[in-house]
C-alpha cells in the first residue's frame, strides 16, 4: 500500500500513538485514556505497520522484553478467530520472538521467523499509566484469565453480566464462570439468579480503586476495530483495478463494515449498491473514521465492551 495515502498515514499514526504508550520510543500519545488491548495490538500490528520498518523494530524489541506480560492462550484463541491476511504476518512475527526469547505463544507448523532479526532497541514501560491497565492488572493478579476478567468488570462496574458476555475476551465460558464464582466468594463482584442463568456486577468497595484507575478510561473493542481498519487497508489494494471491479470490491468490504462499525458505535457506512461512486465513497468513509481513530476522537473509544 501506498505509504502516502491517508489511510496508511492514519493507521501509521494510530499504531505509534498505541505503541508509544506502551513504551517505544515515540513522541506522540493520542490514547493515554484508552484502555490497550495488547494481544489484539500484537497480533494486527505486523500487518498494519509492515511499511514502517522502524516501528516494527521497536514492537519486536517490546515483545523481547515483556513477552511475559502476554497471556499465550488468549493470544492463541483470539488468533483463531481472524483471517489468514492478519495471521500470516503474524505468525513470522511470532516465530521470531519465539526464536530469541523463551515466549510460550502457541504459533502454527511451518510459521518461518524472519531471515534477518533485527538489532534490539531500547524500550520501556510505565505500567502507572492508564492505558496499561490489563497489564498491571496481570503484573499484580499475575498473566491469566482472572486478571482480564476483573479488568473487564472494572470497564463496567455498574452492568450486570454473564459468563457467556465474557467470552470475546478469549477465555472459555466454562473458566470465566469458575472465575467469576471465585470472584463472589471472595466478595468482589455480587451474583444474582436471572431466569436459567447468573449475573455478575462489581462490588462497591474502595478497596479496588486503585486497580481500576482513574475515571473516564475507555476500553473499545479493539479486535473489531483493528477489523475495520484492516478493511481499509484492503480496499486501498483494489485502486487500480478497473473502475466495474473496484464497485464491487468497494461495497463488498462497506458490507463487511457495517456491523463492524454498528458495533464501535460509528456512523454507519454509506449504501453503496448500485453506486458508480462505489469506491470514492467508501475511501471518504473509511479515511474519516481512520483519521478519527488515529487523534483518539473517535466514537469508538466511547463505546462500552459488554454489552
Known sequence: MDSASPISRATTDLLWSLWTELGVNGVVRKHAQVIIDPEALLLFSPLLVASDPRLLELIYSWSVKHHGLIAPSRLSGLRKTLPPEVTGPFDCFAATVRANTPARWTIPKGASPWSTVPALRRVSMDLTRPALRTLRLR?????????DVLGALLSEPGEWVTASQLTPLGYSKRAIALILHDLHEA???DAQPEKNRITYRLAVGAELGALAGPPGLTNPRWLDLFSL???????????ARLPTLRRVAAHKLVEQARPLAARLNLAPPPKTAGDPEAFEEALRWFIHHLEGLASGSS?????PTIR
Open 187 to 189: 466478595r468482589l463482584i
Open 139 to 147: 503484573a499484580i493478579l499475575g498473566v491469566s484469565a482472572r486478571a
Open 299 to 303: 466514537p469508538a473509544f466511547a463505546a
Open 229 to 239: 481498519v484492516t478493511l481499509a487497508h484492503t480496499l486501498i489494494t483494489h485502486q
